[in-house]
């Protein structure tokens, strides 16, 4: 099986920079994409970033040019860089890892997400 567990989250005041890190660990044969999305109170989970095996990256338009997202392929592991962050990145925030694992000869692909962690930007 493969786990997925974020860190990183807090409280921070407007105009603040924050780190999210997400860790895949498990019977992983490799990764493919690996994403941040996230979720505010009353609204539906969207994609934040989202970061390929090759570091191909996209980004919702509401966060460019103040989240990046990069990726370490040797420990399974990707973050969200997160600056000049607003009342509005208030939300919970998932990591999802799309890993491949090998059983009886085949490959399979699945997603995988982390339990969460909570971002809350306040005054």
């Known amino acids: 099986q493969v786990q997925v567990v974020e860190s990183g989250g807090g409280l921070v005041q407007p105009g603040g920079s924050l780190r999210l890190s997400c860790v895949a660990s498990?019977?992983?044969?490799?990764?493919?994409?690996m994403g941040w999305y996230r979720q505010a109170p009353g609204k539906e989970r969207e994609l934040v970033a989202i970061?390929?095996?090759?570091?191909?990256?996209n980004y919702i338009d509401s966060v460019k040019g103040r989240f990046t997202i990069s990726r370490d392929n040797a420990e399974n592991t990707v973050y969200l860089q997160m600056n000049s962050l607003e009342p509005e990145d208030t939300a919970v925030y998932y990591c999802n890892c799309n890993a491949n694992t090998r059983a009886g000869g085949n490959v399979f692909s699945r997603h995988y997400w982390g339990k969460g962690t909570l971002v809350t930007v306040s005054s």
């Open positions: 498990g019977t992983i044969f490799s990764i493919n994409a």
């Open positions: 970061i390929t095996n090759v570091g191909s990256t």
